[in-house]
C-alpha cells in the first residue's frame, strides 16, 4: 500500500463520509446486494454498543473505507471472556483487492492490542466476496446463527403484553437467562447488566421499548428510525425497507407461546408506524426455532469465527448466542 495511506480513529464530523462510504459498499446476500443508509446518525447503533472504535482510512484526504471494532463480554465454554467484534467493514468496489482491509483490521488488533481474548465475525453465506475475505481464518464453528426476517404486516397481531419498567429488571433477568443460558455467547443477565445496556442511549432503545408478560419478554429496537436498508435483487428490482430488530428475548418454562404473542403484537405496533419488517436471531436446533422459523419470509445463513479460541466440542449442541447491538 502506498505510505501516503492513512489509517485513523473517525469522529462525529466524519459521519457524512463515512455513511457514504457504506452506501457505496453494498454486500451480498441470499437475496440481492444490500445497501445500508444510516442516513446523518452514522453512530446511532454504536452508541448502544460497549466499547467501539470505527476506524477510516483515507489517501491524500479521499477516503477509502471504514472499519469498526466492538470490544464487550462474552461467555464461550463456561469461561468469561473479552471479545472484539469485527463490524461494519466497508471499502467501495473501487479501491478494494488492495490489502487495504487486512491493513485497517490489523491496525484495529493494535489499539485493541492485550485486551480481548479472541476477535470474531459474522459472515453471510451467500456473501462470496466476504467469506473470500475470512476463509483461511482458523475455528470456524460448526453451528450458523440465523437471522429470521420477518414481514410485519404478515404476522401482526393484537396488543398483548405491557412495557416494562425498571422494577421488572429481576423477572427480565430471569426469563433471558432461562432461554439462553447455555448458549455460548451469552453473559448471564444481572438487574444490573440490563440497566447498563438499557442507560446507553434510551432514546433509542430503553426501558419501553422490552413488553412482557408473566412469562416472556420481547426487546426490540426501532432501528429504521435511523437506518434505511435497500435490497437490489437479482433480477434488477430494488426493495427499500425500514426495519426493526429484536435485542432481548427470553421466556420461562410454558412461556413459548406468549413470546410469540408478545412477537406478533410488535409486529403489529411496527405496520401501523410504517415499518416493513422486524428481526430476529436463532440458532439450528435453539429452543424456540421453529417457532420462530414459523414467522419468517426469509433466513439468512451466517457462518461465525472465534480465529485465538477453539470451538467448543459443544458449539451444535448448545447453540451461539448472537447479541443484536453487536451484529
Given at each position: 500500500m502506498s505510505d501516503r495511506i492513512t489509517?485513523?480513529?473517525?469522529?462525529?464530523?466524519?459521519?457524512p463520509v463515512l455513511s457514504d462510504l457504506e452506501r457505496r459498499s453494498p454486500i451480498l446476500t441470499s437475496g440481492g446486494w444490500l445497501t445500508i443508509d444510516?442516513?446523518?446518525?452514522?453512530?446511532?447503533?454504536?452508541?448502544l454498543q460497549e466499547d467501539v472504535t470505527v476506524l477510516i482510512a483515507e489517501r491524500d484526504g479521499e477516503p477509502l473505507g471504514v472499519f469498526c471494532g466492538a470490544l464487550h463480554d462474552a461467555v464461550i465454554a463456561d469461561v468469561p471472556r473479552r471479545v472484539l467484534y469485527i463490524h461494519h467493514a466497508r471499502i467501495p468496489p473501487e479501491h478494494q483487492r488492495q490489502g487495504l482491509g487486512h491493513r485497517m483490521a490489523a491496525e484495529?488488533?493494535?489499539?485493541?492490542?492485550?485486551?480481548?481474548?479472541t476477535q470474531y465475525w459474522y459472515i453471510s453465506q451467500a456473501n462470496g466476496p466476504s467469506q473470500g475475505f475470512a476463509r483461511r481464518a482458523p475455528n470456524r464453528w460448526p453451528v450458523t446463527p440465523l437471522w429470521l426476517h420477518c414481514r410485519a404486516e404478515a404476522i401482526a397481531g393484537p396488543?398483548?403484553?405491557?412495557?416494562?419498567?425498571?422494577?421488572?429488571?429481576?423477572?427480565?433477568?430471569?426469563?433471558?437467562?432461562?432461554?439462553?443460558?447455555?448458549?455460548?455467547?451469552f453473559v448471564?443477565?444481572?438487574?444490573?447488566?440490563?440497566?447498563r445496556r438499557l442507560a446507553r442511549d434510551p432514546a433509542q432503545y430503553g426501558w419501553p421499548n422490552l413488553w412482557r408478560t408473566?412469562?416472556?419478554?420481547?426487546?426490540v429496537w426501532l432501528q429504521g428510525e435511523r437506518i434505511v436498508?435497500?435490497?437490489?435483487?437479482?433480477?434488477g428490482s430494488v426493495v427499500e425497507q425500514r426495519g426493526a430488530a429484536v435485542l432481548d428475548y427470553g421466556c420461562l418454562p410454558g412461556g413459548?407461546?406468549?413470546?410469540?404473542?408478545?412477537?406478533?403484537s410488535w409486529a403489529g405496533e411496527l405496520a401501523c408506524r410504517g415499518f416493513d419488517s422486524l428481526g430476529v436471531f436463532t440458532w439450528p436446533g435453539a429452543p424456540l426455532e421453529g417457532l420462530l422459523r414459523g414467522l419468517a419470509e426469509r433466513i439468512e445463513v451466517f457462518d461465525f469465527w472465534t480465529p485465538q479460541l477453539p470451538v467448543p466440542e459443544d458449539a451444535a449442541q448448545r447453540g451461539v448466542y448472537v447479541d443484536p447491538v453487536y451484529f
Open positions: 489509517i485513523r480513529e473517525a469522529t462525529l464530523a466524519d459521519a444510516r442516513g446523518d446518525d452514522y453512530f446511532a447503533a454504536a452508541r484495529l488488533a493494535r489499539r485493541y492490542e492485550g485486551r480481548f481474548d396488543a398483548f403484553g405491557r412495557p416494562c419498567a425498571p422494577a421488572d429488571a429481576t423477572d427480565i433477568a430471569a426469563m433471558l437467562n432461562a432461554l439462553h443460558g447455555r448458549e455460548h455467547m448471564p443477565a444481572t438487574p444490573e447488566r440490563l440497566h408473566e412469562r416472556a419478554v420481547v426487546g436498508t435497500r435490497l437490489r435483487r437479482f433480477d413459548e407461546e406468549e413470546l410469540v404473542l408478545l412477537l406478533r
